[in-house]
């Protein structure tokens, strides 16, 4: 079995950057996903680990630390549009399942 | 745009009640899911399914079956609707790994099914 934690819900103000961590413990792996929600919406997808280090997509970042079953997404400059869920996947060596992390909601305040 | 679509947003339905779930994409994926997501506990794996006519349990079977007949459509089925089956149903769907590396998912918007 797999299991995923990270934060319940965090709050940042507009323009800071956010850290959402997730940690893992998983007999194998083959990836580690980050998918954005906003309230009412489908999940859509972020980044992808796969291999050691850090991944920069525009204003979100996604590190891995295989050894450590770490991860973090980095959110800079951050938006109002940001305020959402952020949730932690990963992919178990075979098959093609995901295995989700509870989510952390993050709230942008002005 | 690709789509996963799922049939109803909101269904309310009674203890009992045999209940359906359509979801359809049309991105030629091979592999489909259904998930539950609970305040809490996030997204929980029932059943997916890795080709037509072929299905595996997930993390929460118990209480459901699905069925896949055609490689676009994904059914979720509770055979005899409890209240603790209240929740959002998303359904997903994915390219096979062997061919892109990464299963990303892309998700319906959601079932929000409330038992009574």
């Known amino acids: 079995g797999q299991n995923i934690d990270q934060p319940t819900e965090m709050t940042a103000t507009e323009g800071a950057i956010v850290q959402i961590n997730c940690t893992y413990?998983?007999?194998?792996?083959?990836?580690?996903?980050?998918?954005?929600?906003?309230?009412?919406?489908?999940?859509?997808?972020?980044?992808?680990?796969?291999?050691?280090?850090?991944?920069?997509?525009?204003?979100?970042?996604?590190?891995l630390s295989r050894s450590k079953g770490y991860s973090y997404l980095l959110l800079k400059e951050l938006q109002m549009k940001d305020s959402a869920s952020y949730l932690c996947a990963v992919s178990e060596a075979a098959g093609n399942k995901l295995t989700f992390g509870g989510g952390t909601r993050v709230l942008v305040k002005p | 745009?690709?789509?996963?679509?799922?049939?109803?947003?909101?269904?309310?339905?009674?203890?009992?009640?045999?209940?359906?779930?359509?979801?359809?994409?049309?991105?030629?994926?091979?592999?489909?899911?259904?998930?539950?997501?609970?305040?809490?506990?996030?997204l929980r794996l029932i059943y997916f399914s890795y080709d037509v006519k072929m299905k595996e349990k997930g993390d929460i079977p118990e209480g459901y079956s699905v069925s896949r007949e055609k490689k676009e459509r994904f059914s979720l089925i509770l055979e005899s609707a409890s209240t603790n089956q209240?929740?959002?149903?998303?359904?997903?769907?994915?390219?096979?790994?062997?061919l892109t590396g990464a299963n990303v998912l892309t998700f319906g918007a959601g079932s929000r099914l409330t038992v009574l």
């Not at chain 1, 998918?35 to 992808?48: D, N, R």
């Not at chain 2, 979801?23 to 609970?38: A, G, K």
């Not at chain 2, 209240?86 to 062997?98: F, G, I, N, V």
């Open chain 2, 1 to 42: 745009d690709v789509k996963v679509t799922q049939s109803s947003r909101y269904l309310v339905k009674r203890t009992g009640e045999k209940v359906f779930l359509e979801c359809v994409q049309d991105m030629d994926h091979e592999n489909m899911f259904w998930y539950r997501q609970d305040p809490g506990l996030g």
């Open chain 1, 25 to 63: 413990q998983t007999s194998g792996f083959n990836g580690l996903f980050w998918y954005q929600q906003h309230a009412g919406e489908a999940p859509t997808f972020l980044s992808y680990n796969v291999l050691d280090g850090l991944e920069e997509k525009g204003r979100f970042s996604s590190f």
């Open chain 2, 86 to 98: 209240t929740s959002m149903y998303l359904c997903a769907s994915s390219l096979s790994q062997e």
